[in-house]
């Protein structure tokens, strides 16, 4: 049985950083792309990055140059280094295993395993 578990999330104020990280278990990891998607309150869960297996990346316009999708596959772990964070940037944070090595794409569809999410707190 695959599991995501993510950790790392918290209150930070804006202009400041956090990481996220996603541990994969009872999957072959490098073998599937990963995405991280966020949820705010009273708003539809939105991709924010996802990476292929070989690396490649895409970002949600609003995260672009401020966050860094990366996977180390010898440790199973994807990972979302944010930066320069705003208010806006408040959410739960889902990573998500896609069906496909190279699935790096919005709808959810494409992912199959997620994990249980961890709340991102960003103050002004």
């Known amino acids: 049985q695959v599991q995501l578990v993510e950790s790392g999330g918290g209150l930070v104020q804006a202009g400041g950083s956090l990481r996220l990280s996603c541990a994969a278990s009872?999957?072959?990891?490098?073998?599937?792309?990963m995405g991280w998607y966020r949820q705010a309150p009273g708003k539809q869960r939105e991709l924010v990055a996802a990476?292929?297996?070989?690396?490649?990346?895409m970002y949600a316009d609003s995260v672009k140059g401020r966050f860094t999708i990366s996977r180390d596959n010898a440790k199973n772990t994807v990972y979302l280094q944010m930066n320069s964070l705003k208010p806006d940037d408040t959410a739960v944070y889902y990573c998500?295993?896609?069906?496909?090595?190279?699935?790096?794409?919005?709808?959810?569809?494409?992912?199959?395993?997620w994990g249980q999410g961890t709340q991102v707190t960003v103050s002004s």
């Open positions: 998500a295993q896609a069906i496909s090595a190279d699935y790096i794409y919005a709808p959810e569809g494409g992912y199959e395993y």
């Open positions: 009872g999957s072959i990891f490098s073998a599937n792309a």
């Open positions: 990476i292929t297996s070989g690396g490649s990346t």
